[in-house]
Structure formats: C-alpha cells, structure tokens
C-alpha cells in the first residue's frame, strides 16, 4: 500500500523494524528535549502529515520497550488519525513512572499501524438475540 506522506521533521520517514512489524516507529521531532516528570502528559510533535485513503486508519501506541524499562505510555492509546485529517501527527505521552523522563529530538516514541476499517449502519431494533454469555462483563468468568 501506498501513503502519501509530508516529513517536516529533521527524521527519517517512519519505518518497519523487522520484516514482520506490524507498527512503524515514528519519532520526536523537538526543538529542545522535554522534561516529563512522573504522571504528567505532553503532546509530543512528529512532523509528519499523512494522506490515508478513505477505508483506513492509522493507529497510534505505546512502544513496549519505553512502557516496560521507562514507564512511558500514550494518555489515548491506541490514538486514530483518520482518513480525513491533514494535521501533524501529535503523540500524548505520559510517564507512569516514578521518574522523570526526557524525551529528545529523533526518539522513537510511538508506533503506527495502518488499519482497514469499515463504517457500522445502525440497525434499531427492540431487544437483540439471546447468547449464552449474555451481559456477562467485567471478569464474569473469574481468572483461572
């Protein structure tokens, strides 16, 4: 698949790590390192602006590896871009930490995953078909 991309920011375009990704990474693109300080959030610019065909997404989450060894995670995670925003792609990050961070020009903060989605049409009716689980939610089958 082909995206029309715009970089503006001073980094390589976002790329697939392994053969086999499913996320790319995409970068801080930051005049000066920010300062995260335990709990607190900062929307993080990327430079980049990207042109989805209608019918897709692009999805953005945490990088397992800053979650586990830094405590740093997305505030709306996984974040859509949708088909018909022209924006720069933003990443609100957060550190859940008890430590400050600094995030620096050029670090891969986030991943990217182009998705294929559809559009639900709403069909109203007044009671909906009967299943063996029912409203059974929130750990109704217990944890072992």
Same mark, same amino acid.
């Given at each position: 698949?082909? #995206?029309?991309? !715009? @970089?503006?920011?001073?980094?390589?375009?976002?790329? %697939?790590?392994? $053969?086999?990704?499913?996320?790319?990474?995409?970068?801080?693109?930051?005049?000066?390192?920010?300062?995260?300080?335990?709990?607190?959030?900062?929307?993080?610019?990327?430079?980049?602006?990207?042109?989805?065909?209608?019918?897709?997404?692009?999805?953005?989450?945490?990088?397992?590896?800053?979650?586990?060894?830094?405590? #740093?995670?997305? !505030? @709306?995670?996984?974040?859509?871009?949708?088909?018909? %925003?022209?924006? $720069?792609?933003?990443?609100?990050?957060?550190?859940?930490?008890?430590?400050?961070?600094?995030?620096?020009?050029?670090?891969?903060?986030?991943?990217?995953?182009?998705?294929?989605?559809?559009?639900?049409?709403?069909?109203?009716?007044?009671?909906?078909?009967?299943?063996?689980?029912?409203?059974?939610?929130?750990?109704?089958?217990?944890?072992?």
């Amino acid at each position: 698949m082909k #995206i029309r991309i !715009v @970089n503006k920011s001073k980094h390589q375009l976002p790329t %697939y790590e392994t $053969e086999a990704s499913a996320g790319m990474d995409i970068r801080a693109n930051l005049d000066t390192p920010v300062l995260l300080k335990p709990l607190q959030r900062h929307l993080i610019p990327t430079g980049l602006f990207i042109e989805l065909p209608v019918g897709y997404e692009a999805q953005i989450r945490p990088r397992s590896g800053l979650a586990i060894k830094k405590g #740093i995670s997305l !505030v @709306n995670t996984p974040g859509t871009i949708d088909a018909d %925003y022209r924006g $720069e792609i933003m990443v609100i990050l957060i550190n859940l930490s008890s430590e400050d961070f600094l995030v620096n020009n050029g670090e891969r903060i986030a991943q990217m995953i182009i998705s294929m989605v559809e559009q639900a049409n709403w069909i109203e009716v007044d009671e909906l078909k009967k299943t063996e689980r029912g409203a059974g939610g929130f750990g109704h089958t217990g944890t072992k």
